[in-house]
């Protein structure tokens, strides 16, 4: 399958106005994990297949992230894959398991690092490449397409403990006891996210994030130490690459849940954009990165879409108000909960196109 790049005109350019510092005529607005769980009309297609199929069929996927798309005036559609594919291609079982979620059942041992296939992965990823360059056109110019991947330091957790975890200790341990071992993983990971990251934006990514959804277990010592010198290089050389291809930049956002103890820090690793989530006060957010030329997006708690009406709209223009003046885009401080009401969706979309600065 060749890459169609004769994309339709995009008629919807707030996402990558705000991510550029350019003033949109609204606040742009996107939920993560938008595609999905909480969808009725996903679920009943997850009866009909397995959740790494949708990821793997580039036309099961194609259709998931338009799903959102049809209910919600959102300014972005997300595609439909999961973080824990690269692990997939490197070799490693991932399951997901309903009610459980992610499971490796065979999780890393320092004994069996050597034996990742970090050769040819981005290869075995192209479905996510061909996924995404069918919804580009599908999209119509709608509005603009997002691309992901998992940070290294996150997907080093996940392949380590075998799947979710309260503490992440056995991870955290490596960092600890085995720092030749975890630089060697976390450098082979960073390695394959450029090329995936470069990959995405070929096909048709119009912009790209990082989750690095496990921040919140490290400190400033460690997360310095294991996390921002490769966050910094997925940064630069995704740009390198591009450039390399003769293909134009997008931009980047760096998520990192919880990491609010290094803000300032990543601030300074090459990213457009910085996700914060619903534990930051805007406040804090905004004295941190005074003068700094970057784009906040976020941070409603995920649990406010289980208000009332009334006091959801309430909370969204509170925070609306107290982001104000600062470059940004609105979401949640982290994804969408699987029972997360409709209704509070549409209210939350439509506070935002509503609000009034």
Known sequence: MSINRNFPALKN??????????????LPIWIMRQAGRYLPEFQEYRKQHSFF???????????????????????AAIIFSDILVIPQALGM?????????????????????????????????????????????KLEGKVPLIGFTGAPWTLMAYMIEGGGSKTYSKAKKWLYASKEESHKLLGLLT?????????QIEYGAQIVQVFDS??????????????????????????????????????MILFAKGGWYCLEEQADLGYEVLGVD??????YVKKILNNKNITIQGNLDPTALYASNSDLKMFVEKMLEEFEGQRYIVNLGHGIY??????SVKTFVDAVHNFKA
């Not at 390695?191 to 990959?199: E, G, K, R, T």
């Not at 619903?278 to 406040?283: A, G, L, R």
């Not at 699987?338 to 209704?343: G, L, M, Q, R, Y």
Request: charged residues 30%; hydrophobic residues 35%; proline residues 9%.
């Open 13 to 26: 350019e707030r996402l990558l106005k705000a991510a550029r510092g350019e003033k949109p005529d609204k």
């Open 53 to 75: 199929e949708i990821c793997q069929n580039p036309e099961y996927a194609c259709e998931v992230t338009l799903m959102p798309l049809r209910r919600f005036d959102l300014d």
């Open 93 to 137: 079982e991932v399951e997901m398991r309903p009610g459980v979620g992610p499971v490796l059942p065979e999780p890393l041992t320092l004994q069996h690092v050597e034996k990742l296939k970090a050769e040819g992965a981005v290869k075995k990823l192209e479905y996510v490449g061909h996924a995404i360059n069918l919804t580009r056109h």
């Open 191 to 199: 390695d394959v996210i450029v090329d995936y990251l470069v990959m």
């Open 214 to 251: 496990n921040a919140e277990y490290l400190n400033k010592y460690l997360y310095s130490e294991f996390c921002l010198p490769y966050l910094k290089r997925i940064s630069s050389e995704v740009r390198e690459k591009l450039k390399a291809k003769s293909l134009e930049e997008v931009p």
């Open 278 to 283: 619903w534990t930051i006060e805007p406040s």
């Open 338 to 343: 699987p029972d997360a009401p409709i209704d």
